[in-house]
């Protein structure tokens, strides 16, 4: 490598093309010994609380508005995110043929969340239970007579299948 990024979070770099295949190589070889014999990456995606759909919906204003002090956010400030377990998928509908919006049941509670840029994900079926990791958000919306209305609302970051040992942990 010759030349690398112009910043912090830059990932460019200049290499001369007689290097290509030595770069190849040596990259697949770390990759490899990171991975060990698995080969699987396995993305994580941490929460700063877990809470339940009920605790979400009795405090949900004042929480998201508390959320929102914690403002601006963005790399060096990562949003909060909420970790919610063992909820039973109730429905799964197609938005604009490219996102997802998945209605959630914990006991008697209720709750959508959205899956951006998703058509479709492995560990979502009706009637299965899954742990989330996602962030609160106020949708408003026009109620009757144009008066605005606030509903909680979740966008989902993370998805995985609820076993028995994601619950011992």
């Not at 995110?81 to 109730?90: H, P």
């Not at 919006?101 to 840029?117: C, E, P, S």
């Not at 979502?124 to 106020?138: E, H």
């Amino acid at each position: 490598i010759t030349k690398g990024g112009g910043h912090a979070a830059a990932a460019g770099f200049t290499l001369p093309e007689e290097n290509l295949l030595t770069f190849k190589n040596r990259v697949r070889s770390a990759v490899k010994k990171s991975l060990g014999t698995s080969g699987i990456v396995a993305p994580t995606v941490n929460a700063d609380i877990v809470l339940t759909i009920p605790e979400l919906h009795a405090n949900g204003a004042s929480f998201v508005k508390e959320l929102k002090l914690l403002e601006p956010c963005g790399r060096a400030n990562p949003s909060p995110k909420v970790a919610l377990e063992g909820l039973s998928v109730a429905t799964i509908e197609r938005v604009d043929n490219r996102h997802l919006k998945v209605w959630f049941r914990q006991g008697n509670a209720h709750m959508y969340g959205m899956l951006w840029n998703h058509r479709r994900h492995p560990a979502l079926n009706i009637g299965g239970k899954v742990d989330i990791v996602a962030k609160p958000f106020l949708e408003k919306r026009n109620a009757l007579h144009n008066a605005e209305k606030q509903s909680l609302r979740l966008e989902v970051l993370a998805v995985r299948a609820t076993t028995e040992r994601n619950r011992e942990k």
